[in-house]
């Protein structure tokens, strides 16, 4: 994939890059920073929360998340961040902690338009990554933040939200599921 940053669009489903595993970054250059930029673009041009590099159809661990605050949800006294303030771009993330307790939450994708379902993960997780800068930092995430790292993270491994809803949201999502994938 040698397409300049900015010529890069949306992945849909059953495009083979979302199935892929991911190459880590080891060069924290103009281009990851470019790409990075569009990523965020992209996920503002969709109204999504959070986007990975393979949706941009670069398959390299990066995900972009920008997950908005809601009034009267602060970060707790344990340093657990329920929103991001404004985008953060994740290299080569890792999930060092996840919470025993598990929430559903209905989930959707911006490479798979149309369906949503729910998707049981740990209600809080504690990730590590490092910036495009290559400075390692910490994030611990409740609420839809965390909901969404583990979703993204996901899609560096190949992993879609259809592999993991609930029986029956598979099957309410089966029609929209089968017209994708016939293009
Ligand atoms: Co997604």
Redesign the pocket.
């Known amino acids: 994939m040698n397409l300049s940053p900015d010529q890069l669009k949306l992945v849909l489903y059953p495009d083979a890059v979302l199935r892929a595993k991911a190459e880590p970054v080891s060069e924290f250059d103009d281009r990851l920073a470019g790409i990075a930029q569009r990523m965020i673009e992209i996920m503002r041009e969709e109204d999504g929360i959070g986007l ?1 590099a393979p ?1 941009a159809g670069v398959s390299i661990r990066v995900f972009v998340c920008d997950v908005p605050a809601h009034p009267g949800e602060q970060p707790g006294e344990d340093g657990v961040r329920f929103a991001t303030d404004g985008p953060i771009a994740f290299v080569n993330p890792t999930i060092i902690d996840s919470s025993d307790s598990r929430t559903s939450l209905e989930e959707g ?3 798979l338009p149309d369906i949503r379902g729910d998707v049981i993960r740990p209600e809080a997780v504690t990730m590590t990554a490092q910036d495009l800068n290559g400075e390692s930092f910490k994030i611990r995430a409740g609420g839809l933040l965390a909901k969404c790292l583990q ?1 993204e993270l996901d ?1 560096l491994d190949g992993v879609l939200i259809i592999d993991k809803m609930s029986q029956m949201s598979r099957m309410k999502n089966r029609t929209k599921l089968r017209r994708l994938k016939q293009g």
């Open positions: 990975a949706q994708c911006l490479s979703h899609h």
